[in-house]
Every structure is written in structure tokens, then in C-alpha cells.
């Protein structure tokens, strides 16, 4: 029951004086004896007030409350662009006193950012509006961000901008990464160098990638999930619609976190990799120097070094001897998976965040995930980390690539819910793997669709004014394709929810 509040509570004293009344002015060492028993008899109780973020709490926020007694009034305060929403307990007033307190208790004050009117706008102005055109070499920008929220504003700043992705930079539609010369905490994230802007061209709905990482954070035993921010880019003055704005994947705090200083004498490692074939037509990439191949059951796998590079080891040598120990490291992983055995492949990696993994793939029936885009991950003296989730713009029934926006989705495969690599294939193979899967999905899979299928129409009518003007940019205006697809996502999610519950 909430707190009873602005009430008179009698003083401890005066209730003890009617419990013991005088019989004279001049007390007898036995009615003293039995006033003082009665006050130690009284039970003292801590009370303590947190804030979310967002928000502080002001008053007393640690206090020590005598048994019927009352704590001192405390306030809720919201932060800039944050409104508060309610105590833990349901109360929704921001400012509280609680009364006739019996227990021990321990309360927080919850926020949330206030509603955005509008997307964002990332304006990107490049010297000289000097076209981007490589994905290795930036070009000179500022960059700037106007937003309903102060908090998400961002002055004026200088970055440097290139193409990034594989097939996708060829598109209309450029993605792009950001590297600003100082770190920015976009969006309220840990402050950082790269960022990324997913153009997303192949997916008209826009809300592919969005839906597995807003998702993926009921699913949270990954390495990270990354940001999904919709924003509106305006490049050199051209308005070029949508883009999804996240971190980069990288070993930076905020996000694998995993930077270190590299000694001589190390035998073990952090490392960031991204199994990814498309390493033998990346010409940035060398074959035995920055990724090697293995092979997974009959296929040749590419395993891309994200991170250490070269250039952070003292030494070419060290770094060599740091490439052998990964490639043996792999190899020895992929014959623990391929064994089938699951105490074999639980002693060398985290399974929690393969089930994770796993189950947001199954959700989004990702078919990539076989050859790119699939991170892993390791610290020192920890076993192997899968996440984050990445690259879902081809998936709920994606079967046949078109370099075009996509309407040709296999609806049929809603119900197919299957492994889509290497590991999970071996990992779901044993006993213990699928009760894992299926103890995390009855945990929160259900819920997690429940939940996005509640917010989807109202997100998607936030959306629609910038869906139909991303249209008119890319799409000829085929404003009917977009709403198609948003429909088919839509029913997708909610078919997908039974297939699982049915799989599970």
C-alpha cells in the first residue's frame, strides 16, 4: 500500500505518557524504570531514497526512522529533457513522506526523457561539400546535431566522414561512419570517436536492424547491445531521409570494451572478431595478416581481426606470435563445437550469450549470420563472448538478393525456425543447449515480442511523416511498398512469437 501522507502523527512521548500516566508529578525509580523499558522497546528502522538516471533525489536520502514514526520529506528532481514518472513502490507524486514507517525501506525514484515531436537532424557539412567516396579514407566534416531535447543537441564539431559496409555502399543510399577528432556521447551514450549512420536502403520499413536492437535489450547477456536511434541526415544541405545512428562495433568502453595495453610477456589476450567473408574482397584486408580462414564442417570460414591491430603491439614479432595464438585459439573453439559435446563447448565459451544471440537470429530468421557480420569476442582469462547483434536488414523471410528494396520476402518461413551457423547448429544439437535455449526463451522471449508489438503502432505513426519523405528521396515515392513492408514486419513479429512459443 502506498504511503499515507500529510496526516498528524502523535509524538512517541506523549503516547508512551498515555500508556504510562503519572499518578504525580514526582515519579517513583519503578514508573522511571518502566518509561525507559518502554522507549528502548522501540525498534529503529533505515530508510534510504535512490534516483534512476535521469534524476536526483533531494532531502535526507539515508535516514534512520523510530518505529511509528516518520521520515523527512524528499523530493524527486528530473534532469534536464527528463520527466519524473513514479517511485518503486507506485507512488506517483514526486515528492513523498512517508508515515507510521514499520519496516525497513529502500525506494527509487524513476525517469524517463520526455517525448521527442520530431526525429532528430545529424546535419554533416564536408569541406568544401567534397563528395564522400571512399570507405577508407575520411573526408574533413562538421557535424551537428538539432533535436527537441537539449540533451541530444550537439554544437557545431569537426569528424571525419567515409562510406562503410560491404554491397550496401554501392547502393543510392550511402552508409556512412562518422569519426569525430574529439569523443561525443551521442544520445546519452559513453562517449566515443565512431559512429555509425545505417542508410538501411534495402529494407523499406527501416525497422529491421532498429527492431533487433531495441529487442536485443531484453536479451542482454551479449557483450553489448548496440544504440538504435532514428534520425534524418541532411548532407551538404540535401535532405537524405532516414538513417539508423549506432555505435561502431569496436573495443571501446561503451560498447565490447576490451582495450588494453599489450605486454611481451602476455600468453593470453582480448580480442575482437568478426567472422565475415566478404574479407577476401575487402582489399583493406589480407589474408593471414589481418583475418585467416578456417574450416567450419566442410566450409571455409574467414575470421576478420577487428581488434588488437598490428600497430598496437610493440613489435611486428609480438604481433605475429598474437596471430598464431588466435588462429590455434579458433581452431581448437570450432573442434569443441563440431564435438557436439556440451560440457566441451561450456568450458570455452559464455553460453549465455550464444543463447542470446541465438534466439534474436531465430526471431529475425537472420540467413548472414552464416558467413558475416557475426562478432565474438574475449578478455583475458574469460571464456569467449558472443555479440553484438549486427546487420539485420535482410532477414524476417529475406531469400533471394536483389540490390533493390526488398518486397520479395518467403512469408511461408514464419514458421521455420531453425540454427543459421556453425555454432548454434552444434550448440543446439545437445541436450543441455536446447533446455539453455529453451529456459531463456520462456524467461524472456515472449515477453520481449509482447512488448514491441504494444509500442510498434505508435512508433510507426511517430515515424510515418519521415517514412513517406524517405520515400519521395529514394523510393520514387512508393509510399505503398513502405507501408507494405511495415505490415508484413508487423505480422511477422506476431506469427514469429507463436512459432517460437510452438518451437520452445
Not at 511509528?68 to 507512488?91: C, H, K, M, N, R
Not at 577528432?181 to 536502403?201: C, E, H, I, M, R
Not at 547483434?389 to 514464419?414: A, F, I, K, M, R
Not at 522471449?445 to 505513426?461: H, K, R, S
Request: aromatic share 14%; hydrophobic share 35%.
Amino acid at each position: 500500500m502506498p504511503p499515507i501522507k500529510n496526516k498528524l502523527i502523535p509524538n512517541v512521548l506523549v503516547l508512551l505518557a498515555l500508556v504510562f500516566p503519572l499518578a504525580s508529578c514526582t515519579q517513583t525509580s519503578s514508573s522511571s524504570s518502566s518509561f525507559e523499558s518502554s522507549l528502548s522497546s522501540l525498534a529503529n528502522y533505515t530508510v534510504n531514497y535512490h534516483s534512476g538516471e535521469g534524476g536526483t533525489v533531494t532531502g535526507e536520502t539515508t535516514q534512520t526512522v523510530a518505529e511509528g514514526g516518520s521520515a523527512s520529506e524528499v523530493i524527486a528532481i528530473p534532469l534536464t529533457d527528463y520527466q519524473f514518472t513514479a517511485w518503486s513502490d507506485g507512488l506517483l507524486t514526486a515528492s513523498r513522506t512517508d508515515e507510521h514507517v514499520s519496516a525497513n525501506l529502500d525506494l527509487t525514484a524513476f525517469f524517463a526523457l520526455k517525448t521527442e515531436d520530431s526525429l532528430p537532424i545529424i546535419r554533416i557539412n564536408t569541406v568544401n561539400s567534397a563528395p564522400i567516396a571512399s570507405d577508407i579514407i575520411y573526408t574533413g566534416a562538421v557535424v551537428a546535431i538539432e533535436s527537441d531535447l537539449e540533451t541530444y543537441s550537439l554544437s557545431p564539431v569537426s569528424a571525419g566522414i567515409r562510406l562503410r559496409g560491404h554491397s550496401t555502399q554501392t547502393m543510392p543510399k550511402k552508409p556512412y561512419r562518422i569519426k569525430f577528432n574529439d569523443k561525443q556521447g551521442l544520445f546519452g551514450k559513453t562517449k566515443a570517436k565512431s559512429w555509425v549512420l545505417l542508410a538501411d536502403y534495402l529494407d523499406p520499413s527501416k525497422l529491421h536492424n532498429f527492431t533487433a536492437f531495441t529487442m536485443g535489450n531484453s536479451f542482454n547477456h551479449t557483450s553489448y547491445q548496440p544504440m538504435a536511434k532514428h534520425v534524418r541526415v541532411i548532407l551538404n544541405g540535401s535532405d537524405d531521409g532516414i538513417y539508423l545512428c549506432t555505435q561502431q562495433v569496436d573495443e571501446k568502453p561503451g560498447r565490447v570494451d576490451i582495450e588494453w595495453e599489450i605486454f611481451e610477456s602476455t600468453t593470453d589476450y582480448n580480442f575482437l572478431v568478426c567472422m565475415d567473408n566478404w574479407a577476401s574482397t575487402d582489399p583493406s584486408e589480407i589474408l593471414n595478416e589481418t583475418y585467416f580462414n578456417l574450416d567450419m564442417g566442410g566450409t571455409q570460414q574467414s575470421f576478420v581481426i577487428k581488434y588488437p591491430e598490428e600497430t598496437d603491439f610493440p613489435s611486428p614479432e609480438q604481433y605475429h606470435v598474437f596471430f598464431n595464438w588466435l588462429k590455434d585459439y579458433y581452431a581448437d573453439i570450432i573442434s569443441a563445437f563440431a564435438s557436439q559435446n556440451y560440457t566441451e563447448i561450456a568450458s570455452r565459451i559464455d553460453v549465455d550469450s550464444l543463447v542470446d544471440i541465438t534466439l534474436i537470429d531465430q526471431i529475425m530468421n537472420e540467413p548472414d549470420h552464416f558467413f558475416t557480420s557475426y562478432y565474438m569476442s574475449k578478455r583475458i582469462g574469460e571464456k569467449l563472448m558472443f555479440g553484438p547483434t549486427w546487420d539485420y536488414d535482410l532477414s524476417l523471410g529475406y531469400v533471394e538478393y536483389t540490390g533493390q528494396p526488398y518486397v520479395n520476402y518467403d512469408y511461408t518461413l514464419v514458421t521455420d525456425v531453425h540454427f543459421n551457423n556453425f555454432f548454434c547448429w552444434n550448440f543446439g544439437a545437445t541436450v543441455t543447449g536446447m533446455n539453455e535455449l529453451n529456459i531463456r526463451w520462456n524467461e524472456v522471449g515472449n515477453d520481449a515480442i509482447e512488448n514491441y508489438l504494444e509500442w510498434f503502432g505508435p512508433y510507426v505513426a511517430f515515424l510515418e511523416p519521415d517514412l513517406q519523405s524517405d520515400a519521395d528521396r529514394w523510393y520514387g515515392g512508393d509510399h505503398q511498398m513502405v507501408e507494405d513492408n511495415l505490415e508484413y514486419l508487423y505480422n511477422w513479429m506476431d506469427q514469429r512469437k507463436t512459432a517460437m512459443n510452438n518451437y520452445y
